[in-house]
């Protein structure tokens, strides 16, 4: 079982900048590919980005390319996701999710994922 604790979110207005952060533990002993998700009221989860197991492979939604960065900690599976540029419609619960399936390619789909975190609100307004 893997537990998964993300934290960081809050209130910034548009155009500010913030860094969720995000740590898995249990069992592993190896790092393990990880994703970030969002859910906006009244909407689905939808994908935000994911890195890969080695860290050298990251893919974003086309919404938040070049403006979100997500990245990997010297921690064994702890990932951060830096957000500039942030605009109202970013506003959310973000959700971290790990894969354990030793994917070398990580996945952009919910359902690949097997451990998620409580979520962190993040509201972006003036």
């Known amino acids: 079982q893997v537990q998964v604790v993300e934290s960081g979110g809050g209130l910034v207005q548009p155009g500010g900048s913030l860094t969720l952060s995000c740590a898995a533990s249990g069992r592993a002993t190896t790092n393990y590919a990880m994703g970030w998700f969002r859910q906006a009221p009244g909407k689905q989860r939808e994908f935000v980005a994911t890195?890969?197991?080695?860290?050298?492979?990251?893919y974003y939604a086309d919404s938040v390319k070049g403006r979100f960065t997500m990245s990997r900690g010297s921690a064994e599976n702890t990932v951060y996701l830096q957000m500039n540029s942030l605009k109202p419609e970013d506003t959310a619960v973000y959700y971290c999710?790990?894969?354990?399936?030793?994917?070398?390619?990580?996945?952009?789909?919910?359902?690949?994922?097997?451990?998620w975190g409580q979520g962190t609100q993040v509201t972006v307004s003036s």
């Open positions: 999710a790990v894969d354990r399936s030793l994917a070398v390619i990580p996945k952009t789909v919910l359902s690949a994922y097997d451990g």
């Open positions: 890195i890969s197991r080695t860290g050298l492979n990251t």
